[in-house]
């Protein structure tokens, strides 16, 4: 079970990237837009 810690924080790392991503990719293409106009 000590080898539990560090398989949590690449889950909690991956939990991130999924979360940020879309919001990442949300505000560039809004700023795409932005500038598109």
């Known amino acids: 079970m000590g080898d539990s810690a ?17 919001v990442v990719l949300a505000l560039w293409f809004a700023q795409l837009r932005a500038k598109a106009e």
């Open 6 to 22: 560090p398989h949590k924080a690449l889950r909690l790392i991956g939990t991130g990237l999924v979360i940020l991503l879309p």
